[in-house]
């Protein structure tokens, strides 16, 4: 009797796969299939009721302040805080300058110029409180000021001995700033206008020196580097806040920024003897030695047989005379124009030179030496002016004071 059993049983198990008891046992997916749990229905949003709004953020951290003074208060950032280290990598791009308006500036001496020349401070980083009794507390309360670690600022600063400042500020407006007093009184009528100058170097030494000879005004053609660039400005050591700086001007509109009656000389570099046979653009600022006691003129390029050597076919080169940058040249107001390394001064500021009756300025170097440095050139001519302005000036005082008897 137990023998026919366990036979019934074993069919029992058969008859209850799928397919009979000829089917083979089922897969693995098979009782996946039967283990699934059935699918969970919702009803629609009005039988549900109103959803519960989500739970309220946690609150924020309390910003620790303290004070350096009367009235003057200031942050610590906390550990993890990365505004620094965004605003900084933001404040590099020249594209945030254009469009943000923003300026970045760090060490004690170029923060503190900016600020005494009206320059609006928005935020500064600095590493001990000592940094704040060095400048202007009146613009410092009007500002956004955050305590960092000094191994923050030195991780992000370019310097190669940070000072522990660093400091971002609203792109200054020439128009609107208020340059020192003593810069006023020595600004002579001697204006520069920059061509072409892509060296971020090269452009603030030129600057430096402009606002050292005591230039009105210093004139930035498009095609230069941006002015505001960090490079520029530690090269610049703070000239940048001593004199006004138009940037980004095209040719048409640089004559509507310069005084009336000036006349635009252009530093050459060419020895007008071989330039009489070529009559190429001009290149760089400094010149081989020739001989230009008299005035040499360049030959006609109206219809020329082939390409000049930097212009295309069928340009003109105007004609200028030529003189050495030592004879006197300042006799009205001047602007004199330094071209780039490179390519040197374009046909636009020849053009310029050609309607305001102005000439080619040569330093006359070694044989050999192709050209000078565009900042050491600028140095030279403008200082050069400084000395000639200065002069006449002093001649006209004496014939006033000493009037002739006739």
């Given at each position: 009797m137990a023998a026919l059993r366990r036979p019934a049983a074993g069919l029992g198990r058969c008859l209850l796969r799928p397919g009979g008891p000829g089917a083979a046992p089922a897969g693995r997916r098979g009782v996946r299939a039967l283990r699934r749990s059935p699918v969970r229905v919702l009803p629609p949003q009005a039988e549900r009721g109103p959803r519960e709004p989500p739970p309220p953020p946690p609150p924020p951290a309390a910003v620790e302040r303290s004070s350096a003074g009367p009235g003057l208060w200031y942050e610590k950032a906390a550990p993890g805080d990365r505004?620094?280290?965004?605003?900084?990598?933001?404040?590099?791009?020249?594209?945030?300058?254009?469009?943000?308006?923003?300026?970045?500036?760090?060490?004690?001496r170029l923060i503190k110029d900016a600020l005494e020349a009206g320059a609006v401070l928005q935020t500064l980083f600095f590493s001990t409180v000592g940094h704040l009794r060095e400048l202007p507390e009146a613009e410092l309360k009007r500002a956004n000021l955050v305590k960092v670690k000094f191994e923050d600022i030195k991780s992000w600063s370019d310097l190669v001995t940070p000072q522990g400042l660093i400091g971002i500020f609203s792109k200054p407006n020439h128009a609107k700033m208020s340059y020192p007093a003593a810069q006023l009184t020595s600004s002579l009528p001697l204006l520069l206008i920059c061509d072409n100058i892509r060296d971020p170097g090269n452009l603030g030494t030129i600057l430096r020196s402009a606002a050292g000879a005591g230039c009105e005004k210093v004139l930035l053609t498009k095609g230069c580097v941006d002015p505001w660039e960090p490079k520029v400005l530690r090269a610049g050591m703070g000239a940048h806040f001593r004199l006004p700086i138009v940037a980004s001007l095209d040719w048409e509109s640089v004559p509507s920024n310069l005084p009336a009656g000036v006349r635009v000389c252009v530093a050459d570099n060419k020895d007008p003897g071989a330039q009489a046979e070529t009559a190429p653009v001009p290149r760089g600022a400094g010149a081989a030695p020739g001989n230009p006691k008299a005035p040499v003129k360049s030959k006609p390029k109206a219809a020329p047989e082939h390409e000049d050597e930097e212009g295309p076919e069928g340009v003109c080169i105007p004609e200028l005379a030529v003189q050495y940058y030592y004879e006197n040249w300042t006799q009205t107001p001047v602007a004199v124009v330094i071209g780039g390394e490179t390519h040197g001064v374009s046909l636009d500021a020849l053009h310029l030179a050609a309607s305001t009756g102005g000439k080619r300025l040569v330093i006359p170097v070694v044989p050999g030496v192709d050209s000078l440095n565009s900042a050491i050139a600028a140095g030279i001519v403008l200082f050069e002016g400084k000395r000639q302005l200065l002069q006449r000036h002093k001649q006209e005082d004496e014939r006033q004071n000493f009037p002739v008897v006739g």
């Open positions: 505004r620094l280290g965004k605003v900084v990598t933001i404040a590099k791009s020249k594209k945030f300058r254009d469009h943000q308006g923003k300026v970045l500036l760090e060490g004690h």
